[in-house]
């Protein structure tokens, strides 16, 4: 019976199998950048974030 996974356990069983491990600084990065654009939508700290982009 198959499993249901999410994503991010997708994501690490194919980076693990596939030996993929230079992928793992390009996933974590987009992590971060996504985080940081759902945390700064409703933030007052969201005029200095901007300013970086």
């Known amino acids: 019976m198959a499993r249901n996974k999410s994503m991010l356990g997708e994501v690490w069983s194919f980076l693990r199998v596939r030996k993929a491990w230079w992928l793992l600084p390009i ?4 992590l971060i950048v996504g985080l940081l654009i759902i945390f700064a939508q409703s933030s007052a700290v969201s005029p200095f974030i901007y300013a970086l982009f």
């Open 27 to 30: 996933v974590i990065l987009l």
